[in-house]
Nanobody, 123 residues
Framework: DVQLQASGGGLVQTGGSLRLSCSAS????????IGWFRQAPGKEREGVSC???????YYADSVEGRFTISRDNAKNVVYLQMNSLEPEDTAVYYC?????????????????WGQGTQVTVSS
């Protein structure tokens, strides 16, 4: 079975950092691009960042320069390092997988989703 497990969320103050992890199993990891998405209460889901199996990365304008996505293909894990966090970054963060090389931050393109991890940034 395909499984994606997001972890690493928590409560942090404005300006702080968190690193999220997405652990994957049940598919050939390097064949898939992995994306991070987030959804705040009362708002639509937003694409945050994605990384292809060969390491190409893409970021939403709202996080460019603050967040860094990376992947460890030996461990089947994708990381999202989040720095200079702002209250507007508060959301449930999800990771998702799509077959192939993708730069898409459109959630409907993604085939598999993990459960979310809560990130709360206090002001």
């Amino acid at each position: 079975d395909v499984q994606l497990q997001a972890s690493g969320g928590g409560l942090v103050q404005t300006g702080g950092s968190l690193r999220l992890s997405c652990s994957a199993s049940g598919f050939t990891f390097t064949d898939y691009s992995i994306g991070w998405f987030r959804q705040a209460p009362g708002k639509e889901r937003e694409g945050v960042s994605c990384v292809s199996g060969i390491g190409d990365t893409y970021y939403a304008d709202s996080v460019e320069g603050r967040f860094t996505i990376s992947r460890d293909n030996a461990k089947n894990v994708v990381y999202l390092q989040m720095n200079s966090l702002e209250p507007e970054d508060t959301a449930v963060y999800y990771c998702a997988a799509v077959l192939g090389i993708s730069r898409s931050l459109y959630g409907a393109n993604y085939n598999y989703w993990g459960q979310g991890t809560q990130v709360t940034v206090s002001s």
